[in-house]
């Protein structure tokens, strides 16, 4: 049987295509198996007050984590000025709502700022730096999602569809830290190596001088603005899902959003929404709804880029003309 090329040697213009059909083509799916009419006319009576305050939601999820990568760059030992940070994360955010994958904002800001650097070393610290700063949201995202998958039976009465798949995974994560630990007991030399080299760096943005608080309370921060900004957006389309389903199902939801099979989380988020917030007491329809405002408010939240990218193309336009 033929095989596919893998992702990585398809032509750039695959890359792009593929994701953006795939993303479609879910969205397309899950509207057609829903009242299509109730959508639009959710959507058409989404209320601006809280369209609005869902798009202005979106504002401390990007300054705090920038604000959350300018101090793992300055554990580092390469500080960031904090507007320059802010200005960075804007642009990468805009760039992984509309690029395929979701990293792409994310190498820019590693090629920008391996730039800057005083030396060849800090292309390598750029690029711990973002990494790290990404692995702290998403610990705290799939800290939530355990939760809300534990809490949903005995809140809601229901294990959320694909929960088990879910906890699955969970599990398995758990038990690979478990496996790691010990091979790192069995490698003896070969591990104290590895963490001597890269233990320090852990060390030095997770726990050390106070750093756990700090990470805590910026991630802890930045994961709660998505569920405000969710369950804002639910609001609009008057489709409320309360506390207990902002914080037990939303980061369940946006959990889809990690795989790299759509543009901006398009298509898998609306599908998970659709099969997974019901359990709040909301509609499939008022779930999607919901979750194609969250969409646009996180879109243009996150406009602010263009004109971070726009000063970038008039600073290379000088350079090129000096």
């Not at 506390?243 to 980061?251: H, Q």
């Not at 880029?305 to 003309?321: E, F, N, P, S």
Request: charged share 15%; proline share 6%.
């Amino acid at each position: 049987m033929p095989r596919l090329p893998p992702l990585s040697a398809m032509p750039a213009w695959c890359r792009i295509v593929l994701p953006l059909l795939a993303g479609a083509a879910i969205l397309a799916l899950v509207a057609a198996m829903l009242d299509r009419g109730q959508v639009i006319a959710r959507l058409r009576q989404a209320d601006p007050v809280f369209v609005a305050l869902a798009i202005l939601s979106v504002q401390p999820q990007i300054v705090l984590s920038a604000l959350r990568w300018r101090f793992v760059s300055k554990r580092l030992g390469e500080p960031l000025a904090a507007g320059r940070a802010i200005g960075e994360y804007y642009l990468a955010t805009l760039l992984n709502q509309v690029l395929p994958g979701g990293v792409a904002g994310d190498a820019v800001r590693v090629v920008r700022a391996a730039r800057e650097g005083r030396d060849d070393r800090w292309t390598g610290r750029a690029g711990q730096a973002v990494v790290l700063d990404r692995l702290s949201g998403q610990l705290v995202l799939f800290a939530t999602a355990g939760i809300g998958l534990l809490a949903a039976p005995f809140v809601f009465g229901v294990v959320p569809p694909g929960g088990r798949g879910l906890l699955v995974f969970l599990g398995a994560v758990a038990g690979i830290v478990g496996i790691g630990w010990l091979l790192a007991r069995a490698l003896g030399e070969r591990a104290a190596r590895f963490r001597a080299g890269f233990g320090p760096v852990l060390a030095e943005v997770f726990v050390r001088r106070g750093a756990f608080m700090v990470q805590a309370a910026l991630s802890v921060s930045v994961v709660l603005s998505y569920f405000a900004t969710f369950a804002l957006a639910a609001m609009a389309v008057g489709a409320p899902l309360g506390f207990a389903g902002t914080l037990l199902l939303v980061p369940l939801v946006l959990l889809s959003m990690l795989l790299p099979v759509s543009v901006g989380g398009w298509g898998l988020r609306e599908a998970a929404a659709a099969a997974i917030l019901p359990a709040a007491g909301i509609t499939a329809d008022g779930a999607f709804a919901a979750s194609v405002v969250y969409g646009i408010a996180s879109l243009i939240g996150a406009l602010p880029g263009v004109l971070v990218l726009a000063r970038h193309a008039a600073d290379g336009r000088r350079r090129a003309a000096a």
